[in-house]
């Protein structure tokens, strides 16, 4: 594993990084990176030493087996077939790392295949059918509404009413994800890039992507009643050393007509999709110095063969990323909240 001095090389974006949004009505304004860290303290407190968003998580590794399938699309060397090694992340959003789990949090799964490799890709996924915003503006601006108010810890109601008048794209996206059934846990989990990105081939031809997880594992309804706070967590961990969880990598090809830049959207279900391989996960650990805990998931660090589409997130959570991941970087004593040796086989 490198360091964090080598982790830190990858960071493009610093504090001063503008980020160009647009209001409701139009009017165009600035957010820095700085503004998203104030927001993610306000709405879940400062935890020192913990990721600003999806603080709750646990490291794991293995490898993704390329059927060199996706060699049609790339040149990305992860793509040719062969088994290339990764390290990863389950998390669930928020700032809080003592959030306990909950059936309707929204799940994470970040990798980074070829670690610490030049080549390597790093994807941030999340078990949604779509992203809850399509700009910068909206992502910060229902961030503000979800600040808990003292008292109930939730959110004000009459705030979130207001966010979604002002953001429909973000109540369509809600309603779009309402409609997915929850599952058991991580294991029986799809996870979904979400945005598009373009993979490039060895002559230059460039194909509108988004890539997903297909758990290969049965999916199963969940539990009825938590036993633990961190029962999503216990429960995958059990089931990593019971035997490797197993998802298939699928690509999915736009078409022209398909919106490239808005991830609320979902791409019509008749888009043409390759399967390129298995991606395994074979061990799991709490978060240490030299695993996952020191990876930052950006998801502009790419291989050549994939590059960035014009959606207006990508930029933006690369800055943030480093923003959360600067503030972070040789703070000591932040505590895992998810213990795996605690977890009993």
Do not use: C
Request: charged share 20%.
């Amino acid at each position: 594993m490198v360091g964090i001095a080598a982790v830190g090389g990858f960071l493009a974006a610093d504090l001063g990084t503008m980020l160009y949004a647009r209001g409701p009505l139009g009017s165009q304004r600035r957010l820095t990176p700085q503004a998203f860290v104030d927001a993610f303290h306000t709405v879940a407190g400062v935890h020192r030493g913990y990721r600003l968003n999806h603080a709750k998580g646990v490291a794991v590794a293995g490898y993704f087996d390329s059927n060199g399938a996706g060699a049609e699309l790339t040149k990305a060397a992860v793509f040719r077939a062969g088994r290339t090694p990764l390290v990863g992340r389950f998390s669930l959003p928020g700032g809080d790392p003592a959030i306990s789990d909950t059936t309707a949090a929204p799940r994470g799964l970040g990798l980074a295949i070829g670690y610490p490799g030049a080549g390597q890709w790093r994807t941030a996924m999340l078990n949604l059918p779509v992203f809850q915003d399509n700009s910068v503006q909206g992502f910060y601006d229902r961030l503000l509404a979800s600040t808990p108010v003292p008292g109930t810890g939730k959110p004000d109601p009459a705030a979130m009413a207001r966010f979604l008048a002002d953001h429909p794209e973000t109540a369509a996206a809600l309603a779009t994800i309402k409609q997915q059934p929850p599952t058991s846990g991580f294991a029986d989990s799809t996870f979904r890039g979400l945005n598009a990105f373009y993979f490039v081939d060895a002559v230059g031809n460039r194909s509108p992507v988004r890539w997903s997880l297909s758990p290969l594992r049965p999916v199963m309804p969940p539990p009825t009643s938590a036993v633990s706070p961190n029962w999503l967590f216990d429960n995958v961990v059990r089931d990593i050393r019971s035997t490797p969880l197993r998802w298939r990598l699928l690509v999915t090809i736009g078409e022209p007509q398909d919106d490239v830049r808005d991830a609320t959207i979902a791409w019509p279900a008749d888009r043409r999709t390759i399967d390129t391989g298995t991606v395994v996960l074979d061990s799991i650990a709490t978060e240490a110095a030299g695993n996952a805990r020191d990876v930052n998931f950006d998801p502009m660090v790419l291989p050549e063969g994939i590059e960035p589409s014009e959606d207006p997130l990508l930029a933006a959570r690369s800055a943030v990323y480093a923003a959360s991941f600067r503030r972070r970087a040789g703070v000591t004593g932040a505590a895992p909240q998810v213990e795996v040796g605690s977890v009993a086989q």
